[in-house]
T-cell receptor, first 115, second 116 residues
Framework: AQTVTQSQPEMSVQEAETVTLSCTYD???????LFWYKQPPSRQMILVIR??????QNATENRFSVNFQKAAKSFSLKISDSQLGDTAMYFC????????????FGTGTRLKVLA | GAVVSQHPSRVICKSGTSVKIECRSL??????MFWYRQFPKQSLMLMAT?????????EQGVEKDKFLINHASLTLSTLTVTSAHPEDSSFYIC????????????FGPGTRLTVL
C-alpha cells in the first residue's frame, strides 16, 4: 500500500527566512506524481507545486521549490523569503498512475510565519 | 482556470433532516469528482470517487446509504447527507479531475455542516 508521511506536525519560521517541510512516501510504482497543497485558515486547498516522478529536475514555482529524491522516496518543500500569507497547513500528496486517480495525503504540517 | 465551486459554504440543520451539497467545475469538464471529509486539524479523508454517469465508489467504512452521491453531468456532482446526525457535523470538500496527463485535482472551497 502507498503511504505518505509528514513527520513535522508544526513548524514556525521568521518572516523573510527560508523553511523546509519534509515528506516521505512509499510506493512500488515507478511513475507517479507528487504534490504540495496549502490550506490557509479559509480551508481552501490551493495547489502549491507539482512534481512528475519521471522528471529528474526539481519543480519550482516562484518562492516554492522541491527537493525530489526518488531513490530515497523523499519530496521536501522549500519556501524562500517566507511571508505572513504563507501561514497555513501544508499537505503532501501522492498519486500513482494505476488509474484510480486517488490522492494519498500526508497528515499535514502546520506552518506559522512569524512577523 | 480550473475553478471548482461548492454550495452551500455553510449549513446548519436539525437532526434527522437531509442536506444536499453541490460541487461544480466552472471552467472545465470533470470526468471524476471526489468527496472528502475533514475533521479539525486533520488531513482530508476520502469518502468516495464519483464518475459521470456511473455509480460512485465508496471508501471502506463510508456508508453509501448515508452519503448519497450523484454525478449527473461533467460539471456537477452532489453529496446528500441523509438523516443527518450530530456526528455527521464536519467540513466536506469536493475536488474535480479533468483527465488527461496532469493528474491534478482542483478543490472546492468546502462546506461546513453543523447538525444540531
Amino acid at each position: 500500500a502507498q503511504t505518505v508521511t509528514q513527520s513535522q506536525p508544526e513548524m514556525s519560521v521568521q518572516e523573510a527566512e527560508t523553511v523546509t517541510l519534509s515528506c516521505t512516501y512509499d510506493t512500488s510504482e515507478n511513475n507517479y506524481y507528487l504534490f504540495w497543497y496549502k490550506q490557509p485558515p479559509s480551508r481552501q486547498m490551493i495547489l502549491v507545486i507539482r512534481q512528475e516522478a519521471y522528471k529528474q529536475q526539481n519543480a519550482t514555482e516562484n518562492r516554492f521549490s522541491v527537493n525530489f529524491q526518488k531513490a530515497a522516496k523523499s519530496f521536501s518543500l522549500k519556501i524562500s523569503d517566507s511571508q505572513l500569507g504563507d501561514t497555513a497547513m501544508y499537505f503532501c500528496a501522492f498519486i500513482g498512475t494505476s488509474g484510480t486517480y486517488k490522492y494519498i495525503f500526508g497528515t499535514g504540517t502546520r506552518l506559522k510565519v512569524l512577523a | 482556470g480550473a475553478v471548482v465551486s461548492q454550495h452551500p459554504s455553510r449549513v446548519i440543520c436539525k437532526s434527522g433532516t437531509s442536506v444536499k451539497i453541490e460541487c461544480r467545475s466552472l471552467d472545465f469538464q470533470a470526468t471524476t469528482m471526489f468527496w472528502y471529509r475533514q475533521f479539525p486539524k486533520q488531513s482530508l479523508m476520502l469518502m468516495a470517487t464519483s464518475n459521470e454517469g456511473s455509480k460512485a465508489t465508496y471508501e471502506q467504512g463510508v456508508e453509501k446509504d448515508k452519503f448519497l452521491i450523484n454525478h449527473a453531468s461533467l460539471t456537477l456532482s452532489t453529496l446528500t447527507v441523509t438523516s443527518a446526525h450530530p456526528e455527521d457535523s464536519s467540513f466536506y470538500i469536493c475536488s474535480a479531475y479533468s483527465g488527461g496527463t496532469t493528474d491534478t485535482q482542483y478543490f472546492g472551497p468546502g462546506t461546513r455542516l453543523t447538525v444540531l
